[in-house]
């Protein structure tokens, strides 16, 4: 076991165990959208980042393990503002309109995390590239343009699943979810178990 303070809240957590999961455990809440408790941690939406002594810069508590003797803060100044520049520039890639999009109204963690920050607009001009909606597939959509990049599809497609069917092409914000290597999904080795959707924070 790790002894760790968490806000100024000592707690006795497992060896091994993740900051965010930590946190989780004891009820304190940390913001994530490329985290789900049922994939491999990845680290990649940023969201989650903590304020940890000693540490130069803030870290991922979705990927830190814990450590005895550790102090993390979550509601620091610095973290709050960098959790709402990491919202605004995941809002800005892409067109994510809220009242115009069917899954807004709860569903959406996008919208909820935005939401819990207090943030009702971004700073920033939309500055995305539109991309072609996949409708092929008889029972599940693609579409790009309500995409985060997290990932989380994915890997549950990989790693839960073992069928490897998604993943993307291209860099940054240009990134695009394909499904074998670029052909429509209805026309993919998709096997339509429907993890993927079970898992997207968006859709």
Not at 4 to 25: C, F, H, S, W, Y
Not at 98 to 123: F, I, K, R
Not at 180 to 186: E, H, K, N, Y
Request: proline share 6%.
């Amino acid at each position: 076991m790790a002894t760790i303070t968490i806000n100024g809240n000592k707690l006795e957590v497992p060896d091994g165990m993740t900051v965010l999961r930590a946190a989780q455990a004891n009820g304190i809440e940390i913001p994530t959208l490329c985290d789900h408790p049922h994939l491999t941690p990845y680290g990649g939406c940023r969201l989650c980042l903590v304020e940890v002594e000693g540490a130069r810069t803030l870290q991922p508590s979705c990927t830190l393990p814990v450590s005895n003797n550790m102090v993390v803060k979550t509601d620091t100044k610095k973290v709050l503002d960098a959790r709402k520049f990491v919202l605004t520039l995941i809002f800005s890639e892409r067109n994510h309109f809220c009242p115009y999009c069917q899954v807004s109204g709860g569903d959406c963690e996008l919208q909820n995390a935005a939401y819990n920050e207090g943030m009702t607009h971004w700073p920033l001009s939309p500055n995305y590239t539109t991309f072609p909606m996949d409708a092929s597939h008889p029972y599940i959509i693609m579409e790009a343009n309500r995409c985060i990049l997290c990932r989380r599809c994915v890997r549950a497609c990989g790693d839960l699943v073992g069928n490897y069917t998604l993943g993307f092409e291209e860099r940054g914000a240009n990134s695009i979810l394909v499904a074998d290597t670029g052909v429509p999904l209805g026309e993919s080795t998709c096997i339509s178990c429907g993890a993927c959707v079970q898992v997207c924070p968006t859709g």
